[in-house]
């Protein structure tokens, strides 16, 4: 039976996320897509918005597992951004944590054991997303479904 799981890679200012029945085998089916953007104004308050919208969408939606991307040490050095990145990522795992089951996967590890080839050619490969997904996915997207796919391999 299908277990609904949602993706999410976080950036310096928002969030995208995947919504999909996750069976055994198989595609997945994408039910929902999201960009969710950070407001505006003080970071602390948005941070709380964003907590609640995730804590709430998990809840409401019956998410049985969240898939979260790992933060990556960056080769340029640490800037402001990856830093607010790491810190929205904390409030998003917070939030599902308290909710469901969560898990972080980094990209390396993707790469690594998935498949034959690094997660950006999976991203790019039009036929592997067709294969891969039914229902409705914006290639932006596409990072946030490989999370799913990695962590139904992992299991």
């Not at 409705?136 to 962590?151: F, P, Q, V």
């Amino acid at each position: 039976m299908p277990k609904r799981w949602l993706g999410i890679v976080v950036s310096s200012n928002g969030v995208t996320a995947v919504d999909a029945e996750v069976p055994p085998t198989g595609p997945i089916t994408i039910q929902a897509d999201h960009s969710w953007r950070l407001q505006t104004g003080d970071r602390g308050e948005a941070y709380a918005v964003m907590h609640r919208q995730i804590k709430e969408y998990v809840s409401e939606s019956k998410i049985d597992r969240v898939v979260v991307k790992e933060s990556a040490v960056s080769l340029a050095g640490t800037t402001k951004a990856h830093l607010h990145s790491a810190e929205l990522r904390g409030v998003v795992l917070c939030a599902s944590a308290a909710v469901t089951n969560t898990k972080v996967i980094s990209k390396a590890n993707i790469s690594r054991n998935f498949g034959n080839r690094k997660v950006d050619e999976y991203l790019g490969d039009d036929g592997f997303w067709a294969k891969k997904t039914t229902g409705k996915l914006r290639s932006g997207s596409r990072e946030a479904a490989m999370m799913l796919l990695a962590a139904r391999k992992a299991e």
